[in-house]
């Protein structure tokens, strides 16, 4: 199917930050200072001392973390626990590998912001992370897992909203951008509804216009998104709200082999409007996608 150019607008910048390979992830929020390649999103530094966190507009500078615990479960603990115990009513027979209720007024290292729009504002406020930006020489802004710890067999949930007139994409991405590597599935938030969209190498290899089932959300109400990988490059998403648990729609997809035996990463991303995450998980299923 041909991509409409405009639609290409919101898709191709995230893939700039967004395909990410386990190999390369830790040069995208680097130990040290270093200038970003061409069209390559500079890295924002992580504020310790605000709840708000803002780039800054050009320069590439290292992530500043404080030496406080993790704000993450850690293994074992009761917050973990607990994390099972609601995924077990959630997402039955998954098994929770890495979660994050935002309880800190600090992102966690396992989370990286990219992107030089000086409008970029992130903030972790009451255990909900905010991503805002304006429209700002068609760069997009990114919160993103620091490690690519997603395989075959394994997926993310979250809990998100987003307000009116957002354009933002909820993804799993892996490869190098602009190489055949790059392998990136993505459910984009486009002002009143919801599209899917996945990019193989330099081309989107699918788009699903707001016509579908699941393009039917509002602004300004909580929603649980599931991305999932089978064992033999299968994706499964579904969408389900607060107030209808029962009522879920499942998207799933038969990709190419090429798509199996990667790691990947999730990457939140806004290119204008605000959208915001309350819990995250990232979990190991028994059966397959």
Known sequence: MQIH??????????????????????????????????????????????????????ATRRPIFTSTPPCVALPGSEEMRAAQREADVLIPGATVTWFDDFICRQLDYGWGTGGSNPTMKISTVGGVV???????????????????????????????RYEERTTANLALVTGVWRTASNHSWMLAFRYDGIQRAGWEGWEGTEWQGA????????????????????????????????????????????????????????LFQ??????ELDRYWEAEFSGDA
């Open 130 to 160: 905010r991503i805002q930006a304006e429209e700002y020489e068609d760069i997009w802004e990114g919160l993103g897992r620091t490690q690519s710890t997603i395989r075959d067999g394994m997926g993310f949930l979250v809990r998100s």
């Open 211 to 266: 016509d579908s089932p699941h393009s039917m959300l509002k602004a300004g109400e909580w929603y649980y998104l599931l991305i999932r990988l089978g064992k033999l490059g299968q994706i499964t998403a579904e969408v389900w709200g607060d107030e209808s648990p029962e009522s879920r729609t499942k998207i799933r997809r038969n990709m190419n082999a090429g798509w199996a035996g990667r790691d990947w990463a999730a």
């Open 5 to 58: 150019p405009a639609r290409l607008r919101m898709v191709v910048p995230f893939l700039i930050l967004g395909s990410i390979p386990c190999s390369t992830i830790g040069r995208l929020f680097p130990a040290t200072a270093t200038a970003a390649p061409p069209l390559l999103p500079s890295l924002a530094a992580v504020s310790t001392a605000a709840e708000t966190l803002t780039p800054p507009p050009t």
């Open 270 to 275: 806004v290119y204008a409007g605000a959208l």
